[in-house]
């Protein structure tokens, strides 16, 4: 009877791994599932499914299963993968924008909590405004924000706290508003950004340079300035300094790994993330989305996040948001 019980349970309550050829002693992942703390459409979701393509395409997995599981700026998947201990088939793809919503939503678990495996890219965001935007310049933007700022609100692909809402803070800061001012309307990733700004809901946007390339190049969108040191290659748009506004901001992405992993599977996350980066079809993903290749595995990636940790509390007390 308890062999049958036991059976039972395994039946009732499906594991969420997929086994694959990697079990036992094999050196290599063949399955993994890639959980996305956002709305499709997300840079978070693109940057997933971005490097879940690659690494098939080179052989790398057999089979990649990438979800989303959005909510509270990327706390719900957070806690999700946190609650996961111990699985070595799980990652989460995240990035800036859940170290500022630990904050901001007063998350119980940390990205402290995990096992940091790999930062892979990082990305600039920009300003942008619908094709019929009277906005034809930063400095119309600015001129008309500064003069009434509840009547422009702006929206981001994340919440408060992350990339976009802090990229939107610091171009205000810089541009002389006070950032309690701004009427800032987040959005769960940039593709529930998109509508908004299409459609004027929204006076402008910020959000990454990859989300929007395609709407970018059709020509319905118009990139007002980027927020990084240097220009787009593609992107007819400055930089926010080249505008008068003198600020710059770069967002990062990268994948942790639940706690508790033995230091195999870690080891096995961290090669599979190093492989990729090695690749040719990764190296044509960075190049086709925009993106600066910012690889660090393992160790070396757990020490940027403990820092920038540190770095997004500050900020969020100097903006006065946390």
Avoid: C
């Avoid at 009877?1 to 059976?7: D, Q, R, S, Y």
């Avoid at 959005?70 to 946190?82: D, K, N």
């Avoid at 925009?290 to 100097?318: C, H, I, M, Y």
């Amino acid at each position: 009877m308890a062999v049958a019980g036991a059976l039972l349970a395994v039946l009732l309550v499906p594991p969420l791994l997929t086994p694959g050829a990697d079990s036992g002693s094999t050196t290599q992942v063949r399955s993994l599932r890639v959980l996305v703390p956002n709305a499709p459409g997300g840079g978070y979701d693109i940057t997933a499914r971005t490097a879940a393509k690659a690494m098939e395409d080179a052989g790398l997995l057999r089979n990649t299963e990438v979800f989303n599981l959005p909510g509270a700026g990327g706390t719900v998947g957070l806690g999700r993968t946190v609650s996961e201990r111990g699985n070595g088939k799980l990652v989460m793809s995240m990035g800036l924008g859940v170290v500022g919503s630990v904050y901001t939503n007063k998350s119980p678990s940390s990205l402290l909590d995990t096992t940091p495996i790999a930062k892979l890219i990082e990305e600039p965001d920009i300003v942008v405004v619908g094709k019929d935007s009277p906005y034809k310049t930063l400095g119309d933007l600015v001129t008309a924000w500064k003069a009434n700022p509840g009547a422009v609100p702006v929206g981001g692909g994340s919440s408060p706290g992350g990339p976009d809402h802090l990229a939107a803070m610091l171009t205000a800061k810089a541009a002389g508003l006070t950032p309690k001012t701004v009427n800032y309307i987040p959005f769960d990733g940039g593709g529930e950004l998109l509508a908004s700004v299409l459609g004027g809901k929204v006076a402008f946007g910020v959000s990454g340079v990859g989300e929007y390339r395609d709407q970018i190049q059709a020509g319905t969108l118009r990139v007002l300035a980027v927020t990084g040191g240097k220009r787009i290659d593609g992107i007819d748009a400055p930089t926010l300094s080249e505008s008068g506004v003198d600020v710059e901001f770069t967002n990062w992405r990268g994948v942790v790994a639940p706690p508790g992993i033995s230091t195999a599977d870690r080891d096995k996350l961290v090669d599979l993330f190093t492989a990729l980066h090695k690749t040719p079809q990764w190296e044509e993903a960075l190049r086709r989305n925009g993106w600066t290749d910012a690889f660090a595995p393992g160790e070396q990636f757990g020490s940027f996040l403990e820092e920038e940790n540190k770095r997004v509390a500050t900020v969020l007390k100097d903006l006065g948001l946390a």
